[in-house]
């Protein structure tokens, strides 16, 4: 199996149609079919159901399409890669985060990187799910990570950098809002909730914070991206129990309280233990640093803030 044999399948895949996709290959359609026909015949299995009228996937045809399609992207990260380090880069490192963490700490990271680790090109990716990220490090697609444990991995070495607060998202104009202490986690039962989907981090520790309060939350919607859950409490949608985060992308419509009783949930560079690259311990290293001084401007902030 080629390479250009998995372009060929995806663009017959996607277009559903061997016209259509011929003429996204610039080819014709006659050699198109004989190059699929030939990667029926060499995996000995059927990948299209053909009509007169369209081409749908077998469930062979589908399976084929997500691995084909994460094999060119790991081809085209691989060369992208190469010629970065051919130009004169020391080393790639393909870094995933967290929701919070995609807003300060990220950008804190990046800029440090580009005084502490001049040659090292950085490709980050936001908004991530820890098991998503997870998946990606012992893929490895990632070289390292800033995720929400707990990971289900021992092939994954953690080193915790913060403690974060839960805190509650709502619309102006919903009651508990109206007393800017904390919320307290009962007061939410009966209350429609958006959510991180379930199985992710932050939404396996707000589910165990409901039940000790003593009812099973709501969920009306679930997101990946914090920005989009902020967007769905300003819509007024429901409710949000997230991480604290005085970088949280706010929106004017809502409001952030502490959840109460306090509980914290934690930030943690991630890598494979079997990794011996001095990059990612660079990266670990840094990502320590960046936490401390935001932490420190934070703690400065506040007793600022006290003092007036």
Same mark, same amino acid.
């Given at each position: 199996?080629? $390479? %250009?044999?998995?372009?060929?399948?995806?663009?017959?895949?996607?277009?559903?149609?061997?016209? =259509?996709?011929?003429?996204? +290959?610039?080819?014709?359609?006659?050699? +198109?079919?004989?190059?699929?026909?030939?990667? #029926?015949?060499? @995996?000995?299995?059927?990948?299209?159901?053909?009509?007169?009228?369209?081409?749908?996937?077998?469930?062979?045809?589908?399976?084929?399409?997500? %691995?084909? =399609?994460?094999?060119?992207?790991?081809?085209?990260?691989?060369?992208?890669?190469?010629?970065?380090?051919?130009?004169?880069?020391?080393?790639? $490192?393909?870094?995933?985060?967290?929701?919070?963490?995609?807003?300060?700490?990220?950008?804190?990271?990046?800029?440090?990187? %580009?005084?502490? $680790?001049?040659?090292?090109? @950085?490709?980050?990716?936001?908004?991530?799910?820890?098991?998503?990220?997870?998946?990606?490090?012992?893929?490895?697609?990632?070289?390292?990570?800033?995720? %929400? &444990?707990?990971?289900?991995?021992? #092939?994954?070495?953690?080193?915790?950098?913060?403690?974060? &607060?839960?805190?509650?998202?709502?619309?102006?104009?919903?009651p508990l809002a109206r007393d800017a202490g904390p919320v307290g986690?009962?007061?939410?039962?009966?209350?429609?909730?958006?959510?991180? &989907?379930?199985?992710?981090?932050?939404?396996?520790?707000?589910?165990?914070?409901?039940?000790?309060?003593?009812?099973?939350?709501?969920?009306?919607?679930?997101?990946t991206e914090t920005s989009t859950l902020i967007a769905l409490v300003?819509?007024? +949608?429901?409710?949000?129990? +997230?991480?604290?985060?005085?970088?949280?992308?706010?929106?004017?419509?809502?409001?952030?309280?502490? $959840?109460?009783?306090?509980?914290?949930?934690?930030?943690?560079?991630?890598?494979?233990?079997?990794?011996?690259?001095?990059?990612?311990?660079?990266?670990?290293?840094?990502?320590?640093?960046?936490?401390?001084?935001?932490? #420190?401007?934070?703690?400065?902030?506040?007793?600022?803030?006290?003092?007036?």
């Amino acid at each position: 199996m080629e $390479l %250009r044999h998995l372009r060929y399948f995806l663009a017959v895949a996607e277009e559903k149609h061997f016209g =259509r996709a011929a003429e996204l +290959l610039r080819m014709a359609q006659p050699p +198109l079919s004989q190059q699929i026909r030939q990667l #029926e015949a060499e @995996l000995s299995t059927q990948l299209f159901e053909r009509t007169t009228r369209r081409v749908d996937l077998t469930p062979a045809g589908e399976l084929l399409m997500e %691995r084909a =399609r994460q094999i060119l992207s790991d081809v085209d990260s691989a060369k992208a890669d190469v010629a970065e380090v051919g130009r004169g880069a020391a080393g790639v $490192l393909h870094v995933g985060f967290a929701g919070t963490a995609t807003y300060r700490l990220m950008p804190e990271i990046v800029r440090m990187a %580009r005084h502490e $680790l001049p040659e090292v090109r @950085l490709h980050v990716v936001g908004e991530m799910l820890t098991p998503e990220m997870e998946e990606g490090l012992l893929a490895n697609r990632l070289d390292a990570a800033v995720l %929400r &444990p707990p990971v289900s991995s021992p #092939e994954l070495h953690l080193d915790e950098i913060e403690q974060t &607060p839960l805190a509650v998202a709502l619309p102006l104009e919903h009651p508990l809002a109206r007393d800017a202490g904390p919320v307290g986690a009962a007061e939410l039962a009966g209350e429609d909730l958006v959510s991180y &989907p379930r199985g992710s981090a932050v939404a396996s520790v707000a589910a165990e914070v409901t039940r000790q309060a003593g009812f099973r939350p709501h969920i009306v919607q679930e997101a990946t991206e914090t920005s989009t859950l902020i967007a769905l409490v300003a819509a007024g +949608l429901g409710l949000c129990i +997230l991480p604290d985060s005085s970088s949280l992308p706010m929106n004017a419509a809502i409001a952030i309280r502490r $959840l109460a009783p306090t509980v914290g949930i934690g930030l943690a560079t991630a890598w494979r233990a079997d990794s011996t690259s001095p990059l990612v311990e660079s990266f670990t290293h840094l990502a320590r640093h960046a936490a401390a001084r935001i932490a #420190e401007a934070r703690a400065s902030s506040e007793g600022q803030d006290t003092h007036h």
